[in-house]
């Protein structure tokens, strides 16, 4: 694998430093407008820290899906007026589709993709609104089912098929839980190309709405995931990487994992407490160097 340091300075063009943006009103009552604002669960939020990304040459916002009767909306980032463009789905922590995961797709705008940030909590309720990380999982994403993820995801990749996207190059990249979700989607839709992984969940419980985890589907993997964790992730054991580590060597994948030794959970959330520039930096010069030895760029 290329060691990504190409891409730093790209990365580094692309970003300034800004405050977290205002809260606005939308769809009748008060929340956050998608891609906008901090959940309550965060709060608050290292403002000194946030990275902001400008839509120059962008086309940005929100647009609506229709998946089975749901709206389900996404945040969009894309060079203005270009067709033709890699795909990269951007798939969010457990507190959605807020201020850092849009900027993250501006990034991947900045550069080319069409970027594509699905709300997908949004027939489950607001993450934005609860006050604790323990209260928003127990109402929200413990009542989220894999099979609908899969669903809303592959809704996005039509979308972005018969909207200016070449699905012929196309990847993902999620964040904690939406780490866990790009190894499932990357097992799930054969034509993924390449996936980064941020510290996600790699083993646990199977029930109903989780049946499998990535070490159930390392081998079935078709397209190469890059898994970023952090060797201070307290909620992610190395114990469980290793043992992804084997399953994937079991399984002929040509998927890798990197671990930071100073980092824990959260490294690349530049408005948590745990942020760690150096590897949150390195981290995504590594996706951009993996998304374009595969063809994704």
Same mark, same amino acid.
Request: glycine share 12%; with cysteine.
């Given at each position: 694998?290329?060691?990504?340091? /190409?891409?730093?300075?790209? =990365?580094?063009? %692309?970003?300034?430093? !800004?405050? *977290? @943006? #205002?809260?606005?009103? $939308?769809? &009748?009552?008060?929340?956050?407008?998608?891609?906008?604002?901090?959940?309550?669960?965060?709060?608050?939020?290292?403002?000194?820290?946030?990275?902001?990304?400008?839509?120059?040459?962008?086309?940005?916002?929100?647009?609506?899906?229709?998946?089975?009767?749901?709206?389900?909306?996404?945040?969009?980032?894309?060079?203005?007026?270009?067709?033709?463009?890699?795909?990269?789905?951007?798939?969010?922590?457990?507190?959605?589709?807020?201020?850092?995961?849009? /900027?993250?797709?501006?990034? =991947?705008?900045? %550069?080319?993709?069409? !970027?594509? *940030? @699905? #709300?997908?909590?949004? $027939?489950? &309720?607001?993450?934005?609104?609860?006050?604790?990380?323990?209260?928003?999982?127990?109402?929200?994403?413990?009542?989220?089912?894999?099979?609908?993820?899969?669903?809303?995801?592959?809704?996005?990749?039509?979308?972005?098929?018969?909207?200016?996207?070449?699905?012929?190059?196309?990847?993902?990249?999620?964040?904690?839980?939406?780490?866990?979700?790009?190894?499932?989607?990357?097992?799930?839709?054969?034509?993924?190309?390449?996936?980064?992984?941020?510290?996600?969940?790699?083993?646990?419980?199977?029930?109903?709405?989780?049946?499998?985890?990535?070490? #159930?589907?390392?081998?079935?993997?078709?397209?190469?995931?890059?898994?970023?964790?952090?060797?201070?992730?307290?909620?992610?054991?190395?114990?469980?990487?290793?043992?992804?580590?084997?399953?994937?060597?079991?399984?002929?994948?040509?998927?890798?994992?990197?671990?930071?030794?100073?980092?824990?959970?959260?490294?690349?959330?530049?408005?948590?407490?745990?942020?760690?520039?150096?590897?949150?930096?390195?981290?995504?010069?590594?996706?951009?160097?993996?998304?374009?030895?595969?063809?994704?760029?």
């Amino acid at each position: 694998m290329r060691d990504g340091s /190409d891409f730093k300075q790209d =990365f580094d063009s %692309l970003v300034g430093r !800004a405050g *977290a @943006p #205002d809260i606005v009103n $939308r769809r &009748g009552f008060i929340k956050a407008a998608l891609g906008t604002g901090f959940a309550v669960a965060v709060l608050p939020v290292c403002a000194q820290s946030v990275i902001k990304t400008d839509t120059v040459g962008l086309t940005t916002g929100e647009i609506i899906l229709t998946v089975d009767g749901q709206k389900v909306p996404v945040y969009r980032a894309a060079p203005e007026g270009r067709t033709g463009l890699p795909v990269v789905l951007v798939v969010s922590e457990i507190f959605g589709v807020h201020e850092h995961i849009a /900027d993250v797709a501006r990034r =991947f705008a900045k %550069l080319g993709y069409l !970027a594509l *940030a @699905p #709300d997908l909590f949004v $027939r489950q &309720g607001d993450p934005m609104k609860y006050g604790t990380i323990a209260e928003l999982y127990k109402e929200v994403i413990a009542k989220v089912p894999d099979a609908q993820v899969m669903t809303d995801l592959d809704a996005c990749v039509a979308y972005a098929k018969a909207n200016g996207g070449n699905v012929d190059k196309l990847a993902i990249t999620g964040f904690c839980w939406g780490g866990r979700i790009t190894w499932m989607y990357a097992a799930h839709n054969p034509n993924v190309k390449a996936g980064a992984a941020w510290y996600g969940r790699l083993v646990g419980d199977k029930t109903a709405l989780t049946p499998s985890q990535p070490v #159930d589907i390392a081998a079935s993997l078709k397209g190469a995931v890059l898994g970023l964790y952090g060797a201070k992730d307290d909620g992610i054991p190395q114990s469980t990487v290793e043992q992804m580590k084997v399953a994937l060597a079991k399984g002929g994948s040509k998927s890798e994992i990197l671990v930071y030794p100073n980092s824990a959970h959260g490294f690349h959330a530049d408005y948590r407490a745990g942020y760690v520039e150096a590897d949150a930096k390195d981290g995504f010069a590594r996706t951009l160097a993996w998304f374009k030895s595969r063809g994704v760029a």
